[in-house]
Every structure is written in structure tokens, then in C-alpha cells.
């Protein structure tokens, strides 16, 4: 079992930078494959980011790339969305999950198979 919390949401600007931050519970924190996630109102939820148990492999939807930059301290047991760049589009609750396959090898980007999550923290992008 692992919780999460996550921080780092607000208000900023069209080409402004935020940095999330989602903080773990639980021991084996550094052994999961970590997850970003977001949903803007009145669509679904939608894949943003992920990074691998090590933070050696990372991959990210198309819309963020070059933009947004995943990382990880397993030290802290936690994992970061640095955002910068960010538009209007990008407005949206940010969750960060985690994967509940302990050590897997590769990254996945399907909602369905994270199984924690936290409760989410709002970004508004005004232009």
C-alpha cells in the first residue's frame, strides 16, 4: 500500500513554470513506477507523464513534451512534475499515481493499471 499527496498547484501565467511535487507513504516507494496524470473539466483524465523505480527511463504524452519534465528523490519518497512553458491548455487537476507492479521494467501510460492514487492539486494556466 502506498499514499500520496500531492502540492505544488496554482495560478500562474501563459509561459510561467510550476513545479508538483507528490509525496509517498510506505517503504517500498522506490520500487514503483510513478505516474502523472491530469484532468481538465468536462474531459477525461489523461496520461502526462511517468518515470521508471530507478528514475533511469521516463516518457511523457506528446502534448508535454519538451515542456514538462518528470524526476523522482527515493530518498524523499517523492516524485516531481517540473511545468514549464505552460498554456491555457494545460489548465487542468494534476494526479500523481503509482504503479502497483512492484520493479516493473517498462513504463505504462494506461490509467487502468495504477492502482494509487492521491487526491490531486489544481493548475489554472490564464492567457
Known amino acids: 500500500q502506498v499514499q500520496l499527496v500531492e502540492s505544488g498547484g496554482g495560478l500562474v501565467q501563459a509561459g510561467g513554470s510550476l513545479r508538483l511535487s507528490c509525496a509517498a507513504s510506505?517503504?517500498?516507494?522506490?520500487?514503483?513506477?510513478m505516474g502523472w496524470f491530469r484532468q481538465a473539466p468536462g474531459k477525461e483524465r489523461e496520461f502526462v507523464a511517468a518515470?521508471?523505480?530507478?528514475?533511469?527511463?521516463?516518457g511523457y504524452a506528446d502534448s508535454v513534451k519538451g515542456r514538462f519534465t518528470i524526476s523522482r528523490d527515493n530518498a524523499k519518497n517523492t516524485v516531481y512534475l517540473q511545468m514549464n512553458s505552460l498554456k491555457p491548455e494545460d489548465t487542468a487537476v494534476y494526479y500523481c499515481?503509482?504503479?502497483?507492479?512492484?520493479?516493473?521494467?517498462?513504463?505504462?501510460?494506461?490509467?487502468?493499471?495504477?492502482?494509487?492514487w492521491g487526491q490531486g492539486t489544481q493548475v489554472t494556466v490564464s492567457s
Open positions: 518515470i521508471s523505480w530507478s528514475g533511469g527511463n521516463t
Open positions: 510506505g517503504r517500498t516507494f522506490s520500487r514503483y513506477n
Open positions: 499515481a503509482a504503479d502497483p507492479v512492484l520493479d516493473r521494467h517498462y513504463l505504462v501510460n494506461t490509467i487502468g493499471a495504477y492502482d494509487y
